[in-house]
């Protein structure tokens, strides 16, 4: 079979050196379908193997990934394995038991890889969070969105799941390793420190382990400051988020502004232009000044919790959740990134079916009451009732720093109300344009707008994108407002611009 076609789409490996492994570890014949091409994710590819007994086995190989280097690859498939067998050993999570792995070329198979038992059930993600939006396309009948009852019981259990995790508590923060038969935490391997190219940044920012929480939020920043000055900024403009679906009544109406916002946001390259920079730039100094106020909050008012940090997985989200026909977890998948946090991050409600979706407000009374019922069950604990607001600060935080949301602007806004509670509401932009007159930001201004794209350049990708525009308008509308936007004091590219464009244009 070529190289190219079935299991080895991804990567040329050893297959029968594979099959002969698990046979042995069985003692029982193995197989796969060599002609099935591999399922996959965005940072890890897998195949089924088949016992003549029926048990079915995974293998799991990393993607090649220009986001992250070979080296964090491997570090990150290490740790992924340790923190499972510590959780199997620890809780009664259920989560895939790992038969062998290599975090690099295995000199007999030829890949990294993970081997591991199949998770029992289906994935959550096969059955719809949310209703399908009026005007939706598919090419089969959708499934019924689930049922609150069922949500519920999910969350409930989801709870119960965060309750035990509170338990695996360490003294610092990062990720955990498995050394001399003994788990050890080390460098932190989170999202934020590692998403988008960040792990390329080691010389600058702090990896861990971490003893404090505000140490912690500090290097996430940093991270943050140099991926807004360095990296590509991919779909985040501060004050011009992309609009959301909710946002809008119809699909269509969404998908229109959405492509008014590409439009506007081409004109001037303005998502990786030096003024955006600056905005992110901005928006880190003033996240700089709230970690002292993110970071205290106690968990409890009795019971000492003070340095302790439980584990956590970043990425619960409904692929990564196996159900069987009633609804019950039957496995945790994909603990890559996992690490110890503060106890505020581990306790923020899932947001499913994404964590970069919004938390179904709904929901979040059932996933208290049930974490807190087991959590509390024969302890001489009392929560400080006060907590449960710093989640949400947590939760805030973290999609900024990781950016990976799509309403910057929006977050950074909230989390500022929350943080300092002023009577009125701010005006961001304003506050915004005193810092620019800063000398630092001034001078930083100057230094960003070096690595400018020349105007030739830029003008060439804007007649390139509109050659083949709708209608020969929305080339007039995107300049039209950047001109707007760079007159007015309190210009946002936000729902209700594109509401009103909407309307005028009717």
């Known amino acids: 079979m070529s190289p190219e076609k079935g299991v080895f789409f991804y990567a040329k490996f050893n297959l029968s050196a594979l099959l002969h492994l698990?046979?042995?570890?069985?003692?029982?014949?193995?197989?796969?379908?060599?002609?099935?091409?591999?399922?996959?994710?965005?940072?890890?590819?897998?195949?089924v193997l088949s016992f003549e007994d029926g048990v079915e086995w995974i293998f799991r190989s990393p993607r090649r990934c220009h986001d992250?280097?070979?080296?964090?690859?491997?570090?990150?498939?290490?740790?992924?394995?340790?923190?499972?067998?510590?959780?199997?050993?620890?809780?009664?999570?259920?989560?895939?038991?790992?038969?062998?792995?290599?975090?690099?070329?295995?000199?007999?198979?030829?890949?990294?890889?993970?081997?591991?038992?199949?998770a029992p059930g289906y994935a959550l993600s096969h059955f719809p969070w949310n209703a399908c939006r009026e005007g939706m396309v598919s090419s089969r009948k959708p499934l019924p969105c689930l049922k609150r009852a069922n949500k519920e019981k999910i969350m409930k259990q989801?709870?119960?799941i965060s309750s035990q995790l509170m338990n695996l508590r360490f003294d610092k923060i990062g990720s955990l390793f498995e050394e001399d038969g003994e788990y050890r935490i080390k460098k932190c391997l989170s999202p934020a420190l590692v998403w988008h190219q960040r792990d390329s940044l080691d010389d600058?920012?702090?990896?861990?382990?971490f003893q404090h929480t505000y140490d912690y939020y500090e290097s996430q920043l940093s991270a943050f400051l140099l991926h807004v000055k360095e990296l590509p900024l991919e779909l985040h403009a501060?004050?011009?988020?992309?609009?959301?679906?909710?946002?809008?009544?119809?699909?269509?109406?969404d998908r229109s502004a959405v492509n008014r916002w590409n439009d506007f946001v081409t004109v001037g390259s303005k998502i990786d232009g030096s003024k955006n920079r600056l905005d992110y730039c901005i928006a880190g100094h003033f996240l700089r000044q709230m970690i002292p106020l993110i970071s205290q909050q106690p968990f409890s008012i009795s019971g000492d919790f003070k340095n302790e940090y439980p584990l956590h997985h970043p990425d619960l989200s409904t692929s990564n959740i196996f159900v069987d026909s009633d609804f019950n977890i039957t496995c945790v998948?994909?603990?890559?990134?996992?690490?110890?946090?503060?106890?505020?991050?581990?306790?923020?409600?899932?947001?499913?079916?994404?964590?970069?979706?919004?938390?179904?407000?709904?929901?979040?009374?059932?996933?208290?009451?049930?974490?807190?019922?087991?959590?509390?069950?024969?302890?001489?604990?009392?929560?400080?009732?006060?907590?449960?607001?710093?989640?949400?600060?947590?939760?805030?935080?973290?999609?900024?720093?990781?950016?990976?949301?799509?309403?910057?602007?929006?977050?950074?806004?909230?989390?500022?109300?929350?943080?300092?509670?002023p009577e009125d509401d701010i005006?961001?932009?304003?506050?915004?344009?005193?810092?620019?007159?800063?000398?630092?930001?001034?001078?930083?201004?100057?230094?960003?707008?070096?690595?400018?794209r020349s105007a030739d350049q830029i003008r060439r990708d804007e007649e390139e994108y509109f050659h083949n525009s709708r209608s020969g308008k929305e080339e007039a509308i995107a300049r039209k407002l950047t001109m707007v936007a760079g007159l007015s004091e309190g210009f946002v590219a936000d729902k209700k611009l594109w509401q009103w464009i909407e309307e005028a244009i009717a």
């Open 22 to 47: 698990a046979g042995q570890l069985r003692d029982t014949l193995c197989s796969c379908d060599e002609s099935k091409r591999p399922e996959s994710g965005a940072l890890n590819w897998a195949i």
């Open 68 to 118: 992250i280097s070979p080296e964090t690859t491997a570090r990150l498939l290490e740790s992924e394995v340790a923190t499972m067998r510590y959780v199997k050993l620890n809780s009664s999570i259920p989560v895939p038991e790992v038969f062998d792995y290599s975090c690099t070329r295995s000199k007999t198979i030829g890949i990294p890889f993970i081997l591991m038992s199949k």
């Open 158 to 160: 989801l709870g119960a």
């Open 204 to 209: 600058d920012v702090q990896r861990g382990p």
């Open 238 to 253: 501060f004050f011009a988020p992309i609009p959301e679906l909710r946002e809008f009544e119809t699909l269509l109406s």
């Open 333 to 421: 998948t994909d603990w890559a990134f996992s690490s110890t946090v503060p106890i505020s991050t581990l306790l923020v409600t899932p947001s499913l079916p994404h964590p970069r979706d919004e938390v179904d407000t709904t929901l979040v009374p059932t996933f208290r009451a049930i974490f807190t019922h087991h959590f509390l069950q024969g302890k001489d604990t009392k929560l400080n009732p006060e907590f449960w607001g710093s989640t949400r600060r947590a939760w805030l935080f973290s999609r900024l720093m990781t950016l990976d949301s799509l309403q910057d602007y929006r977050y950074f806004t909230e989390l500022y109300m929350s943080v300092y509670k």
């Open 427 to 452: 005006d961001v932009p304003r506050l915004f344009k005193d810092v620019r007159k800063e000398e630092e930001f001034v001078e930083l201004a100057t230094t960003l707008a070096e690595d400018d």
